[in-house]
Structure formats: C-alpha cells, structure tokens
C-alpha cells in the first residue's frame, strides 16, 4: 500500500488532532525535537545572502544572513524534504534525517545560473518564484497573500524591450495609458519604486497636479535585473500609493565572478544602440561594475526621435561574512525631439481624423532630461540573529520641455483642418532623497507558529520648483502661434522667436513624508500562514504657488491575508488592505479650490496559486473587489478664479471588481511560456456630471490578453512569439474612446558560438493601427500605437565559456 504521509506529517496530523480533543493532556507523541543548520555559499566560496531554506514538509523557512548562515529549528526527528533557492542561483533540493535532540548541519554550495533557456533544472533564467516587493522580506509566491508577478532580465532581452510600458501586456491587469502612467486593475498610477524606495529618476514630480510620479518620459529597462509587480494596495508597507498596485524595478548589481557584454543593435526608424558592461571582483572582499548604454532612434511621428544616453557605475563591498555595503551610481541624458508628443486628433468614437505620424509639435520643439542618481546601502546580520538593512537614494532631476501644444480644430475656417495651438516651455527642478530601514527577526512562539517579524521607518523628502511661460494661440487676442493644418501640415516655418511669450511663473514645492511600520508573517502549521501589517504616515508640505500653501496630516493604512496550503505545491488565500494618496501640495491652496483630504481606497482579495511539473509551472488566479473614495479630478472651471490649472473637484467614487489567471513556466526542457488574462470591470459610482455616474473608469479595458512564449528547436536555435490584445476602452472625462486592438510579435534566436548570439525581433507583425491610450482631452486625442518595427541584435559576451 503506497504512503501518503511522511512520517513527520503524520506524527503532526496525530499530535494535532489528539491535542484538539484532550487539550488538558501532554502530548504522548512528545519527544525531543532537533534542528537543521547550515551555510550557503557560492561555486566561488563566497556566502550568499537572502537564500531562502525551506522545509516542504512543514512549511518552516529560514534566509541566510550576510554571512550565509541559517538555523531551523524545533523539527521533529524523522526525514525531510529541503528546497534551497533564491537570486540567480540553480536551486537545490536535499533529503535529510533529523535524529532526537540532534543539531543536523548542510552545507551548500549553489551554482549561478547560465544564459541558456535549455537548462531548465535552473528555473532561474525565467521563473522566479521569490519576491521582496510584497512583504519587504524574502518570501516565496505562493507563500503571500496577495497577487504577485515577477520578470527577470532575460524576458527583457529575449523580447528586446527597452522601455517599462512594453512589459505591461506581460502583467494581467495592467495597460498603456498616458505617458509613463498605467492602467493598474482599472485605476491611474504613476509612482514607481527603485529598489523598494522612492527616487524615480524619469520623473517623480511630488508637487504635480497629476500626483507623484508624473513623467512625460518612459521608465528605461537598459540597467533593470529584475520587475516586481504588487497587485492590490500597498500603502502598509509603502505609504501613499495608488489602490491598484505598485512596481518595483531592481537595478542590476556586481557579480562575483567576472562577466561583461557588448551589445549593438539596428533597426526600423533608423534605431541604432550600443551598450557595454563589465563586472567582477577587485579584491576578495570588493566587487565591482560598469556599464554604459546609448541609444538613437527616429520615430514614426513626424519629426519626432529620441536620444538616451545612460552610465552606472556600481561598489559592492563584503566587510565580513556578516556585512556589506554596496553604492550605485547611474547618470542619464535624454532628448526628444519635436516633443512633448500628443495624440493624434480623433473623433468621439476614437476614429483617427488624419495620419497617425500627424503631431502638433515642431521640429525645434523638445524636451530635455538629466538625472543624477546616488545609492548607498547596507546590510547586517548581527550576533542575536536581528537582520538589519537600510537604503539611502539621492536623486536630482532636471526637466526642460519647449512644445506646441494643440488647442482643438479651429471653428473658424469651414472645413475644420487646421489645429489651434499654443507654445509652451516649461522648467522642472526637483532634488529628492529617500531614506528606508528595516530590522527583522525569525522567533519561534510556542504554540503559536514562527514568526517572521519586520519593524521598519521611512523618510522620503522632495525640493520642487516649476517655472513656466506661455504663448497663445493667433485665435485669441494678443496670441502670435500660427494654427496647423492636420492634413497637410508644413513644418519648419515658425518657433518660439516668433512669439510673445507671458513673464515666467515659479511655483516651488517642499514635500516631507515620515512613515513607521511593522509586519508579522507567520507560519501557524503545515497548513496555515497568516500576514498582518500596519502602518503610519505623517505628511507635512509647503509650497508656493502665487500664495503661500501649508498642509499637514497623518493616515494610517493596514493589510492583513491568510493562506491555507492542503498541500505544500498549492495555495488558497484572503486577504484586506486599505491605501491612501494625499493631495498634491499645488492643489491645497483655495484658489485650486483646496485643501482637500487623502484619496482613499481598499480592497478584498481572494485567490489560488499552485506549482506544478515539478515547479517548473507556476499557475495564479485572483478575485478582486476595489473601491476608491474622495477621488479627486481637474476642475474643467479651472478654480474660483477661473485660471488655475492644479484646480481639483472632490467628487469621486470609483469601483474595480474583477479576476485575472496567469500561466507562468516550463512546459518541456526546451519550451517556455507566460500566458495572463485579466477582466476588469470599473464603474465610477459618483461625480458631480451625473451623466458620469456608471460609466467605466480613463483607459480601463474590460478584456486584456497577454502571452510571450520560447521554444529551443535546437540546442542553439531558438523563436519566440508574443501577443498582446486589449478591448475597447474610454475616456469619459474627455468624451472620447478608443477600440480594442490585438498586436503580435515574432523573434529568432541564434547563439553563433559560446560567446555570441543574434537576435531578430518583428514587432507589431500585421502593422495594425491602433491606439494605445486616450489622453484628457478631445483636443489631444488618442495616443496611436508603433506601426511594424524590426530589430537585429548582436550580442558578446567575451567571459562566457
């Protein structure tokens, strides 16, 4: 007869169901428990910190400290299952024996993983099954109680993607909407984090009426190791944020072992990059890495293009087996031309009015980027098994946009061809630094499970300033800016010398957050794991923005799951967590029609996770339930005066319900693929325009697709195929739509030796127009998408053997 239970899990189903019913009566089954200790390190020798180790049988799970040493204990004698993993390292599984009263000890030596998706014993290249994002400890997938995706880097290359918005269609749940905004479970999200802090060097304008984050440049992929994605809020670990989720992009690190690569690329719109890095140890004990990256290309709106330039360098150093301090230091440089970009003219039912290249903006137009990025952190395990951390991230930001924006058709010629515009330039500075640290413990609570215990404190400070001037339109009076014809449009013959421009208008913005948390996972039994978090906030912001503006608060926001695991490869959890997102400061003055409370926003979850083939295969779905208060939105009146653009109303109440399924692994040695569907409904359930009431939420699509798949036909030849489908969405604010679109993309993969590999990436393979997103108004219609694009890649990779 074949066994179901190992004789732990037995003897733990025996002692819990006599302990239920003779609660008064020491246990019979009583005997002396052992424990599993041990150290982790690399092919190299080198510890290995942040290694999960985890006993399958009873769920109990260690992370080594700094000096790669773990301890496990309170396991009863008999023979278990030990799955070791984590980072870029092929895991391990190990059979042991725990003997009464003894102390077992494992040593481990872990090897990092190879380029190739043919080794699939890894795992790694691919599937990543460990997140910090969600718990701000490491914890495995099916472990949390929340929805969770993770990308590596290799789906970044083997897609060729070098820009955040191309890796939605990888997310369920998730789309396209303006700018470096997204549609995140039907809500509007700008913030992003860098390594688990604030610091976004793209753009994260605190004092902005569109809330932090805004950006009109897309968050670059080129020195990005790892993608995080929370689904659901995240305020009780992260403070103010939207309700629908949060990302977090992990910046590439020094490698113990000597490695680099040189890359070029071309493609369509005259795309040419070339990127270098180089990594490795100095010393035993100081790792080192640099990398360089630089990109031009044209693009398919007319004289538009973009030029980004980018270096890092990077320190990583090992004082001892029990601390490390790394610094990071990153320097970017971009320029677009003929930007800021909007859409082209559409009517109300999104349908394209002229050529989807057509752009108000001229050839002399651009904007301009530089940001200075410097990151300090470290690490410590000390003596009495407290790990501490703590991240310091310097960001200074400067912003130059000259642009013609569109002002809507003109009514006064009849055949409504020509489009009103206005110049634009605009200035934002802003200096941000961001503090995070956190003090964690794994204690054992008899009788009640163990705990992983969490106490953490953040202080996130911003210096804004905006400076702006302004020409207007010919159509109004004292306005000097020619109108454009949108069907034959000559550019070239105008520029801001042509032009009288308002005086310069400064607003200045210093926003100070402070926030303290505390979190507890626990792991009652084989079965059942629970999570609570909590979290307060308090905000003090000054500004100036033609009078003086003060506002301070506090919000407190929370998070509590359970999971429930009938077996170790699947997972059943619940989970509530609230969010909040104050008010931007140039919106509290009362001639923006401030001060106005916190947005606010909660959200119940249900769902399942399971690992299969041998957790090559991991599969998810989720049942969500969102409401958001307080909801704040542009006053179309412009403020009590009638000329303020940071006016806001206070008058919204939004719902998201709906569910999402991914598919995530390998199904053969040879195949991968990751496979996401997401429904979504949104309805917006009060505004002051009833006819509003009902109608869904900006750039939220009911249906979304997403699916990227590799097969390795031969050992170094290799296709992969993507897809992409989104359904109609609209823009009720702005009284236009756009349809639903299905894209596809094809690849090849050749390694030509041990050290060099081709790549061929056909985007968009059927050139179908579309529209990736609508803006805020008629006047700027809808954003069209990238028509067919092809892309060759040669990489080498001198250090590969």
Excluded: C
């Excluded at 050839?363 to 790990?387: C, M, S, Y």
């Excluded at 454009?484 to 208008?505: K, Q």
């Excluded at 079965?527 to 909590?534: A, D, E, I, M, S």
């Amino acid at each position: 007869m074949q066994r179901v239970f190992s004789r732990p899990a037995a003897l733990l189903v025996f002692q819990l169901l006599f302990q239920l019913f003779f609660p008064g009566v020491g246990s019979v089954f009583a005997q002396t428990e052992g424990a599993l200790v041990g150290r982790i390190v690399s092919s190299e020798g080198a510890a290995l910190s942040g290694i999960s180790v985890r006993i399958e049988e009873t769920a109990q799970t260690a992370t080594t400290g700094a000096d790669g040493r773990f301890t496990l204990p309170g396991l009863a004698p008999g023979r278990y299952t030990v799955t070791i993993s984590g980072g870029e390292f092929v895991p391990q599984r190990h059979e042991i024996e725990i003997t009464s009263g003894r102390s077992l000890a494992l040593a481990a030596r872990l090897e990092r993983v190879t380029a190739s998706v043919d080794v699939v014993a890894s795992l790694k290249e691919y599937h990543l099954d460990q997140t910090s994002l969600a718990s701000r400890t490491d914890a495995r997938l099916i472990d949390l109680p929340q929805s969770v995706q993770v990308f590596p880097n290799q789906l970044i290359e083997d897609r060729a993607i070098l820009e955040g918005n191309e890796l939605f269609r990888n997310v369920s749940g998730l789309n396209q909407n303006v700018y470096s905004a997204m549609t995140f479970r039907g809500f509007t999200q700008r913030e992003i984090l860098f390594n688990g802090v604030r610091g976004n060097p793209f753009g994260s304008l605190e004092g902005d009426v569109n809330n932090a984050g805004f950006s009109t440049s897309q968050i670059r992929l080129t020195n990005i190791q790892r993608v995080e994605v929370l689904k659901g809020p995240a305020s009780s670990l992260y403070g103010s944020t939207e309700v629908g989720g949060l990302i977090n992009y992990v910046t590439k690190k020094p490698k113990e072992v000597p490695d680099g690569e040189l890359q070029v690329r071309f493609g369509s719109f005259a795309q040419k990059l070339v990127s270098g890095e180089l990594t490795g140890p100095i010393t035993d004990r100081l790792l080192a890495r640099g990398a360089f990256y630089f990109e031009d290309r044209d693009s398919f709106r007319f004289n538009a293009g973009s030029t980004n330039s980018h270096a890092v360098g990077n320190l990583l150093y090992r004082a001892n087996d029990s601390n490390r301090f790394s610094l990071e230091y990153e320097f970017i440089n971009q320029r677009l031309p003929a930007n800021r970009l909007r859409g082209a003219p559409v009517d109300a039912a999104g349908n394209f009015l002229t050529d989807i290249e057509w752009t108000a903006t001229e050839p002399t137009d651009f904007i301009k980027l530089i940001a200075r990025v410097l990151q300090l952190r470290g690490e410590h395990n000390t003596a009495r098994a407290w790990n501490i951390d703590y991240t310091f991230r310097y960001l200074e930001y400067e912003n130059n946009d000259k642009y013609h924006e569109p002002r809507g058709l003109n009514a006064a010629t009849a055949d409504g061809r020509t489009m009103r515009r206005e110049f634009r330039n605009f200035f934002r500075w802003n200096d941000d630094w961001s503090l995070n640290a956190n003090l964690g413990k794994r204690a054992e609570a008899p009788g009640f499970g163990a705990h992983t215990l969490l106490f953490g404190f953040e202080r996130i400070a911003q210096d804004h300033a905006f400076r702006q001037a302004r020409a207007r339109e010919r159509e109004v009076a004292g306005g000097t800016v020619p109108a454009l014809d949108i069907f034959s449009p000559v550019y070239g013959r105008t520029d801001e010398r042509n032009y009288t421009l308002s005086a310069f208008s400064t607003s200045t913005a210093q926003t100070r957050r402070t926030g303290f948390y505390a979190q507890d996972q626990v792991v009652l039994n084989r079965f059942v794991q629970l999570l609570v978090t909590g979290r307060v906030d308090g905000y003090n912001d000054r500004g100036f923005a033609g009078a003086p503006l003060k506002y301070e608060d506090t919000a407190l926001s929370g998070r509590a799951g359970v999971v429930v695991k009938p077996v170790e490869q699947a997972a059943l959890y619940a989970s509530y967590a609230n969010s909040f997102i104050r008010a931007p400061i140039y919106s509290q003055a009362p001639q923006a029609n401030g001060p106005f409370d916190p947005e606010t926003g909660n959200q119940f979850e249900v769902g399942v996770k399971t690992e299969l083939l041998d957790r090559r295969l991991f599969i998810s779905g989720a049942f969500f339930n969102i409401r958001k208060n307080n909801i704040l939105r542009p006053d179309p009146l412009l403020g009590p005066g009638g000329d303020n653009a940071n006016a806001l109303l206070s008058v919204g109440r939004a719902r998201s319900r709906g569910f999402e399924f991914n598919v995530e692994g390998f199904l053969t040695r040879r195949w991968y693929t990751a496979f996401n569907y997401a429904n979504v409904n949104t309805r917006i359930l009060k505004d002051n325009t009833t006819a509003l009431i009902g109608r869904p939420l900006a750039n939220a699509p009911k249906h979304t697709a997403g699916w990227f798949t590799r097969y390795n036909f031969l050992e170094n030849t290799g296709v992969g195929f993507g897809l992409e489908s989104v359904s109609e969405r609209v823009e009720p604010f702005a009284g236009i739509r756009a349809d639903g679109y299905t894209i596809a993309d094809l690849s090849f993969y050749q390694d030509l030796n041990s050290r060099a590999r081709l790549q061929l990436q056909i985007t968009n393979i059927t050139n179908r127009r579309y529209a990736a997103s609508s803006l805020f108004a008629s006047r700027v219609g809808n954003f069209p998408g990238q028509p067919r694009a092809v892309m060759l890649t040669l990489a080498w990779t001198p250090f590969r053997k």
